[in-house]
């Protein structure tokens, strides 16, 4: 299938390079990580998004985030493409990101749009979590 | 081109034409060749292709031990399927509307079989095992008073494992019921022998066994007679089962592709075998693998393998110096995993990442070891991606946990 050079080039750095394109996990239980999981294996696809944040003034700025994608070329780009959009953002910039500007940085084919859906609602559940600890 | 760095791994998939056969092939197209029409009667062009197509047609009996005048060509498996189905279920639906097939037939069957319950006829989908094998006791099971026709494959294509056609065919010949069989994937990678196996309707590609695309055969038995509705009307060749002009270009090159295969079957068999025995042995150290299909009942040149918290489509494109495919069809439109692995019974996250890796005639030992040595490492890589592997790593079992589905 048509995967656009932006999707494969993503996708193939992330996995040639897993640390320097933030893959991995973060301590759950620590009370500046949230932690958001969606999607469902028998679906074909899972992603969990974990944001490390500050305060900063009176709101809370993004300062690391780190994630993990079990899923298609495509949902491990997403994930990784949503990654670079967060780092530097506060909580109210990250809540404002939707899944088209990942459609449109990636060039996503409509078949996977749910993808880029399932990458906005890892960051809102993530946000959430957090906001909860605090 | 495609570049020479990929790896091909999808012979079940088609296969390359056997320079040998496009070389027969070339004989007939061009002005200095053979490029006559086979039903001309009046002169030597039409003479020597009608010789040249029947000579073809003497090469793919003789590999399955056939009457040649059993051989009907069409333009491939897929049509052959259809004008078997079809045509033995139009031609005795006085007799009886019922048809038997399985989940896990090609598509090519499966079609059809939609397409004649449209037209009245019931059709029966039996369950394989957990193999991706149909058992006769099943197949007789099913049979019924007004049931005409059982439709199974052969070799899967999906997974390499072989129905019983002998005790299938007992049960189907005792009760008058006809038995076709699709043997796309069959040809060159196992003895058939029509001459005793009860069988009546048999499909053949040539793509599959080094031949053309676009060209395929259906056996359609003498004694006991089988006779079938043509789907395609025109001018009343191959015995009115199929009209159209023949194209002996690719006729003969299917003989040749099938009389090379009569002759190296053997040869192509060893060397397969060798390489799906190091292939599964290296594989296998990989934790979390998974055999899909049946190892004892199988053939070697199929080879298909899940492997667990990895995504298929994502292994594939990992592997990207490897031409391999997806049981998982998370590539197409559907986003559904294997029809054929959901038979199975198989959990859908294994159906998502599995792999069929096929071999054939022109695969080398460097192509294998090549293979393993980036298999491992794209699925250490994916793992190490992948908070299914995570969570399986911290002991979570997966089945407990509560998706937050999309």
Same mark, same amino acid.
């Given at each position: 299938?048509?995967?656009?050079?932006?999707?494969?080039?993503?996708?193939?750095?992330?996995?040639?390079?897993?640390?320097?394109?933030?893959?991995?996990?973060? +301590?759950? !239980?620590?009370?500046?990580? $949230?932690? @958001?999981?969606?999607? %469902?294996?028998?679906?074909?696809? #899972?992603?969990? &998004?974990?944001?490390?944040?500050?305060?900063?003034?009176?709101?809370?700025?993004?300062? +690391?985030? !780190?994630?993990?994608?079990? $899923?298609? @070329?495509?949902?491990? %780009?997403?994930?990784?493409?949503? #990654?670079?959009? &967060?780092?530097?953002?506060?909580?109210?910039?990250?809540?404002?990101?939707?899944?088209?500007?990942?459609?449109?940085?990636?060039?996503?084919?409509?078949?996977?749009?749910?993808?880029?859906?399932?990458?906005?609602?890892?960051?809102?559940?993530?946000?959430?979590?957090?906001?909860?600890?605090? | 081109?495609?570049?020479?760095?990929?790896?091909?791994?999808?012979?079940?998939?088609?296969?390359?034409?056997?320079?040998?056969?496009?070389?027969?092939?070339?004989?007939?197209?061009?002005?200095?060749?053979?490029?006559?029409?086979?039903?001309?009667?009046?002169?030597?062009?039409?003479?020597?292709?009608?010789?040249?197509?029947?000579?073809?047609?003497?090469?793919?009996?003789?590999?399955?031990?056939?009457?040649?005048?059993?051989?009907?060509?069409?333009?491939?498996?897929?049509?052959?399927?259809?004008?078997?189905?079809?045509?033995?279920?139009?031609?005795?639906?006085?007799?009886?509307?019922?048809?038997?097939?399985?989940?896990?037939?090609?598509?090519?069957?499966?079609?059809?079989?939609?397409?004649?319950?449209?037209?009245?006829?019931?059709?029966?989908?039996?369950?394989?095992?957990?193999?991706?094998?149909?058992?006769?006791?099943?197949?007789?099971?099913?049979?019924?008073?007004?049931?005409?026709?059982?439709?199974?494959?052969?070799?899967?294509?999906?997974?390499?494992?072989?129905?019983?056609?002998?005790?299938?065919?007992?049960?189907?010949?005792?009760?008058?019921?006809?038995?076709?069989?699709?043997?796309?994937?069959?040809?060159?990678?196992?003895?058939?022998?029509?001459?005793?196996?009860?069988?009546?309707?048999?499909?053949?590609?040539?793509?599959?066994?080094?031949?053309?695309?676009?060209?395929?055969?259906?056996?359609?038995?003498?004694?006991?007679?089988?006779?079938?509705?043509?789907?395609?009307?025109?001018?009343?060749?191959?015995?009115?089962?199929?009209?159209?002009?023949?194209?002996?270009?690719?006729?003969?090159?299917?003989?040749?592709?099938?009389?090379?295969?009569?002759?190296?079957?053997?040869?192509?068999?060893?060397?397969?075998?060798?390489?799906?025995?190091?292939?599964?042995?290296?594989?296998?150290?990989?934790?979390?693998?998974?055999?899909?299909?049946?190892?004892?009942?199988?053939?070697?040149?199929?080879?298909?393998?899940?492997?667990?918290?990895?995504?298929?489509?994502?292994?594939?494109?990992?592997?990207?110096?490897?031409?391999?495919?997806?049981?998982?069809?998370?590539?197409?439109?559907?986003?559904?995993?294997?029809?054929?692995?959901?038979?199975?019974?198989?959990?859908?996250?294994?159906?998502?990442?599995?792999?069929?890796?096929?071999?054939?005639?022109?695969?080398?030992?460097?192509?294998?070891?090549?293979?393993?040595?980036?298999?491992?490492?794209?699925?250490?890589?994916?793992?190490?991606?992948?908070?299914?592997?995570?969570?399986?790593?911290?002991?979570?079992?997966?089945?407990?946990?509560?998706?937050?589905?999309?």
């Amino acid at each position: 299938m048509a995967y656009s050079k932006k999707v494969v080039d993503k996708f193939e750095n992330t996995l040639n390079d897993p640390k320097a394109f933030n893959v991995g996990r973060f +301590d759950p !239980k620590e009370e500046n990580v $949230g932690t @958001g999981m969606v999607g %469902a294996p028998a679906c074909g696809d #899972v992603m969990k &998004l974990q944001i490390k944040c500050e305060p900063s003034g009176n709101t809370h700025v993004i300062k +690391d985030v !780190k994630f993990k994608t079990y $899923g298609c @070329g495509s949902a491990i %780009a997403s994930s990784s493409e949503l #990654v670079d959009m &967060l780092i530097g953002k506060t909580l109210e910039e990250a809540k404002a990101i939707k899944n088209k500007e990942i459609v449109d940085a990636l060039e996503l084919p409509p078949i996977k749009i749910h993808c880029s859906v399932l990458a906005e609602d890892s960051i809102k559940q993530a946000i959430e979590d957090y906001e909860s600890k605090q | 081109m495609t570049e020479k760095s990929t790896i091909y791994l999808d012979y079940a998939s088609t296969t390359p034409v056997d320079p040998r056969v496009a070389s027969k092939m070339m004989e007939y197209l061009t002005p200095d060749g053979e490029f006559g029409n086979p039903a001309s009667r009046s002169h030597r062009y039409g003479w020597k292709a009608d010789d040249a197509v029947e000579e073809a047609r003497s090469h793919v009996a003789n590999l399955v031990n056939a009457d040649p005048r059993e051989i009907v060509w069409t333009s491939g498996a897929t049509e052959a399927d259809n004008l078997a189905v079809k045509g033995v279920a139009r031609f005795y639906k006085s007799k009886g509307n019922h048809i038997i097939t399985s989940k896990i037939e090609h598509k090519a069957v499966l079609d059809p079989c939609r397409q004649l319950e449209r037209e009245g006829f019931e059709v029966t989908y039996l369950e394989p095992n957990e193999f991706g094998i149909i058992q006769p006791g099943q197949v007789k099971e099913a049979i019924k008073e007004s049931t005409i026709l059982v439709s199974l494959m052969h070799i899967n294509n999906e997974l390499g494992t072989l129905n019983d056609l002998q005790s299938i065919g007992e049960i189907t010949r005792e009760s008058g019921v006809f038995f076709h069989v699709d043997a796309a994937q069959s040809t060159g990678k196992v003895e058939i022998d029509l001459s005793t196996l009860p069988v009546d309707l048999m499909s053949f590609s040539a793509h599959k066994t080094y031949g053309p695309k676009g060209i395929g055969a259906l056996f359609v038995r003498r004694k006991p007679r089988v006779r079938i509705e043509a789907l395609i009307h025109g001018g009343g060749h191959e015995r009115g089962m199929r009209s159209g002009t023949l194209a002996p270009h690719q006729i003969v090159g299917m003989g040749e592709a099938f009389r090379i295969a009569k002759l190296e079957m053997t040869k192509d068999h060893e060397m397969i075998a060798k390489y799906h025995e190091k292939f599964l042995d290296e594989a296998m150290k990989i934790e979390h693998v998974y055999i899909n299909g049946d190892l004892k009942n199988k053939v070697p040149n199929i080879l298909n393998m899940s492997f667990n918290f990895v995504e298929g489509e994502s292994l594939i494109m990992g592997l990207k110096d490897i031409a391999v495919s997806s049981g998982s069809a998370c590539t197409s439109a559907s986003l559904e995993p294997s029809y054929v692995l959901r038979a199975l019974g198989r959990k859908d996250e294994l159906a998502h990442s599995s792999i069929r890796f096929s071999f054939g005639r022109f695969t080398k030992q460097s192509d294998v070891d090549k293979t393993l040595s980036i298999l491992n490492n794209v699925v250490d890589r994916l793992r190490e991606l992948s908070p299914l592997w995570e969570m399986h790593l911290d002991g979570i079992d997966l089945d407990t946990v509560t998706w937050n589905t999309h």
